[in-house]
């Protein structure tokens, strides 16, 4: 059962821009903040941003600045507004339910598919 549906990804320039959407079934979205996380070829899995069902969101200082993370109730989905895309910005990124903030260490139990990202240089 698919309870987290990426999409979004793609290849871009540096200092270009993607968004990334995530769609959650009601249930999901309206109890629990949305995480996105990253991971790059041979690196481990890194948080990158969390918005919580209030809307007050929160970043890596690898992002700050230039990504904004965001939920729509009306369409169960979150998002995470990337700009001035870099090159080391390039990885999977993943969507993931986050039943607290306490939990952005070790990432909920439930994650997206994932949504490849590349910056080419």
């Known amino acids: 059962q698919v309870q987290l549906v990426e999409s979004g990804g793609g290849l871009v320039q540096t200092g270009g821009s993607l968004t990334l959407s995530c769609q959650a079934s009601?249930?999901?979205?309206?109890?629990?903040?949305m995480g996105w996380y990253r991971q790059a070829p041979g690196k481990e899995r890194e948080w990158v941003a969390a918005?919580?069902?209030?809307?007050?969101?929160y970043y890596a200082d690898s992002v700050t600045g230039r990504f904004t993370a965001s939920r729509d109730k009306s369409k169960n989905t979150a998002y995470l507004q990337m700009n001035n895309l870099q090159p080391e910005d390039t990885a999977v990124y993943y969507c993931?339910?986050?039943?607290?903030?306490?939990?952005?260490?070790?990432?909920?139990?439930?994650w997206g598919q994932g949504t490849q990202v590349t910056v080419s240089a």
């Open positions: 009601e249930t999901i979205f309206k109890e629990n903040a």
């Open positions: 993931n339910v986050l039943p607290g903030l306490e939990w952005i260490r070790r990432g909920g139990d439930i």
């Open positions: 918005v919580t069902i209030w809307d007050r969101s």
